[in-house]
RNA sequence: GGAGAGGUGGCAGAGUGGUCGAAUGCGGUGGUCUUGAAAACCAUUGACUCGUAAGGGUCCGGGGGUUCGAAUCCCUCCCUCUCCGCCA
């Protein structure tokens, strides 16, 4: 949620800003809401005055036995505007805050402009591009030829978009997913966690997917309002949701794999094949709550923190930053990383990492005590996928294939591969 | 699933239908004392919101109700704990 002081105050520069992302806001109906907002506001606050020193001065009277019917009388009318003022500025309230909710973050300065993924900034690349002295094949026929990916099964138990894993692959996926978390843990300092995959609607309006994008979700069948998360980032986030940070406990840095569940509503025909785009699929996410005057500087750190990953996989990738029109609704920035898929002859999306700025923070409550000012503040919120594990499956298989279609295993997996360094067909 | 108990400030823990945003203790902060520290003592210490300010308003799990007035009474939902059952 923007802060509701920057639009009062400066409106018209918040409407720049949005305008870079192709929406723009109504300020004459804002404007409307607020003036009527700010004298309902005022009247009904001075009605609860009035009837709360009248109420003391009836307790005082009868404690004395003194006669109160005058007082009384008097209240009777303060609480019949009272009652009628309160009720239409909670009605006025939560148009605003409905309206509010649904504004997207401002694009930072240096986002590009744009409107789709095509002008996205390219920013660096790294590693190269393996060259293969025999045709390659893609992750799925390199994957169903070894015996170790099952889309068919998968649609058989539940439906498209789905995939089972068998043997070397199965084990090769769960491997990605220790070596992303130790190395996380281990080298870039941050702290492992385990949440629950179902959540409820607050928190994931604290991070931002509701109320605007419902369709993107499974909702579960059940009495409360649980939904399946889309990604760790929720309940990660979430975790610091009406919470006040020590600022000595500042950065609060969280590793976390957890399953992730979309609906891809609206994305029908794209990536069909494989498992680029799946409805549930396992990732590594790394979650950052900062120091406001910190979080660009921790940005920067955590996409080299998922670059790590895809150097000691010793896999070709380059680095955007995504342009206004393919920005997040929560982000103020985001770098994608791509990964080289030999099969496509392009990159791929395989890490997405973001500053929210207080974005989120102001959704959440999440703060901290800032002991210079001794003010209570917004934190800065992050995240980055580091990395999604399906589609760094994809990456090794298509990018380690040996001519035979069998798969070499990366150095760095092999601890957690227990002596296997190849994967072949399975029985 | 059955039976019971309970949810109050950073934590622990009082609380009455009225002057209670809430005793007390711990913790935190500042100070006195000390070479320094501890102890002791004194003071101070919730969050949100409107307002330039002065000063208001809101918040005692969430929501609703009764009342001139609710942390306190009623309804409802959520959560926690204990016992039983079941289960991983």
Not at 247 to 272: M, N, Q
Not at 387 to 392: C, H, P
């Amino acid at each position: 949620m923007l802060d509701p002081k920057l639009l009062r105050t400066e409106f018209d520069e918040v409407a720049k800003h949005i305008g870079r992302r192709g929406l723009s806001l109504d300020k004459k109906r804002f404007s409307e809401l607020e003036e009527q907002r700010k004298n309902l506001q005022v009247e009904t606050e001075d009605l609860q005055g009035q009837r709360n020193k009248n109420s003391k001065l009836i307790g005082q009277a009868k404690s004395k036995g003194e006669d109160a019917s005058e007082i009384l009388a008097a209240m009777e009318k303060i609480n019949q505007s009272l009652k009628t003022n309160e009720t239409k500025l909670e009605v006025l309230l939560s148009e605003i805050q409905t309206w509010m909710l649904e504004l997207p973050n401002l694009p930072d300065s240096s986002v590009p402009d744009g409107s789709t993924e095509d002008d996205n900034q390219e920013v660096r690349k790294w590693g190269e591009i393996p060259s293969f002295d025999f045709e390659v094949k893609d992750h799925v026929d390199l994957g169903e030829s070894l015996g170790g990916l099952d889309f068919e099964t998968a649609a058989k138990i539940t439906g498209s978009r789905f995939v089972t894993m068998q043997g070397g692959i199965a084990k090769l996926h769960r491997a990605l997913i220790q070596f992303m978390i130790d190395t996380h843990t281990a080298e870039h300092g941050y702290e492992e966690v385990y949440v629950p995959y179902i959540v409820n609607a607050q928190s994931l309006t604290g991070t931002g997917q509701l109320p605007k994008f419902e369709e993107d979700l499974f909702k579960l069948n059940h009495e409360n309002d649980y939904y399946l998360i889309p990604t760790a980032e929720v309940p990660v986030t979430n975790i610091w949701r009406d919470r006040i940070a020590k600022e000595e406990e500042l950065p609060i840095k969280y590793v976390c794999h957890t399953p992730c569940f979309r609906s891809e509503a609206g994305s029908y025909g794209k990536d069909t094949r494989g498992m680029i785009r799946q409805h549930q699929f396992e990732k590594v996410e790394m979650v950052q709550l900062v120091k406001p005057e910190s979080s660009w500087h921790m940005l920067e750190e955590l996409v080299n923190h998922a670059e790590k990953i895809l150097q000691k996989l010793n896999l070709a990738y380059r680095v955007v930053a995504l342009c206004t029109g393919d920005l997040g609704f929560s982000s103020a920035k985001t770098y994608d990383i791509e990964v080289w898929l030999p099969a496509q002859n392009t990159y791929r999306e395989i890490s997405s990492c973001s500053n929210f700025l207080d974005f989120q923070a102001r959704r959440l409550k999440a703060r901290w005590k800032n002991t210079a000012t001794k003010k209570t503040e917004h934190l800065h919120t992050l995240n980055g996928s580091g990395l999604a594990i399906g589609r760094t499956l994809v990456a090794v298989l298509e990018n380690y294939q040996d001519k035979d279609g069998t798969i070499k295993i990366p150095e760095v997996l092999k601890p957690y591969m227990h002596g296997l360094d190849k994967i072949t067909k399975e029985k």
